[in-house]
């Protein structure tokens, strides 16, 4: 089991966040790695969810490393929000749950992917926050194969998550919050 206090595992998340269970532990419980980030939004929590769902185009993070060279759309992609379990996400995840305006889950969606960066199921989580802010918060637990190779992935994987979803969830805020002050006051219909 990780350190759930020091880099690279936690990145913004409280200690409250922390503590809590998610739906990706009844997915891959006993994880060898649990990660945990967190990043205040200034945007209300329809909004922020909605870039959420904007994961099912892109992956938001380093486009140049896992986007194949292509931009992430800066605008929400019409549809996007009408997901589903089983649904593919950021190319090598897919949907395993979600809570419709609160959460999603993710799982492995290839065994090439879980051979190549272990069993990975993450949860993504926006509650409210202050007058109209959100928190978008993301558990993720990891396994990794029970190789040479597999103890090579578990020593570098939370630096990579670390730094993907650090670039991921700063994408996700700008973009939110930008749209909520080019659009003040409205509440439904993002």
Not at 99 to 104: K, Q, T
Not at 108 to 133: D, H, K
Request: with cysteine; proline share 8%; charged share 20%.
């Amino acid at each position: 089991m990780s350190d759930p206090r020091a880099l690279p595992f936690v990145w913004g998340a409280t200690a409250d966040e922390r503590a809590a269970t998610y739906p990706c532990d009844r997915f891959l419980p006993g994880a060898q790695h649990e990660f945990f980030r967190a990043i205040d939004v200034e945007a209300p929590p329809a909004l922020t969810y909605r870039w959420l769902q904007q994961l099912r185009i892109a992956p938001y993070s380093y486009d140049w490393a896992d986007n194949f060279l292509m931009p992430s759309p800066p605008r929400l992609t019409p549809r996007a929000e009408r997901i589903a379990v089983g649904q593919c996400m950021m190319h090598v995840l897919s949907i395993v749950a979600f809570e419709r305006g609160r959460s999603l889950t993710l799982g492995p969606r290839s065994r090439i992917a879980t051979a190549l960066l272990g069993t990975l199921y993450g949860t993504y989580v926006v509650t409210p926050r202050a007058a109209r802010g959100s928190r978008l918060f993301v558990k993720v637990n990891a396994n990794y194969p029970r190789s040479l190779y597999g103890r090579l992935i578990g020593g570098v994987m939370p630096w990579i998550d670390l730094a993907m979803m650090r670039q991921q969830l700063r994408r996700l805020k700008a973009y939110a919050e930008r749209d909520a002050r080019e659009r003040p006051g409205q509440t439904r219909g993002w």
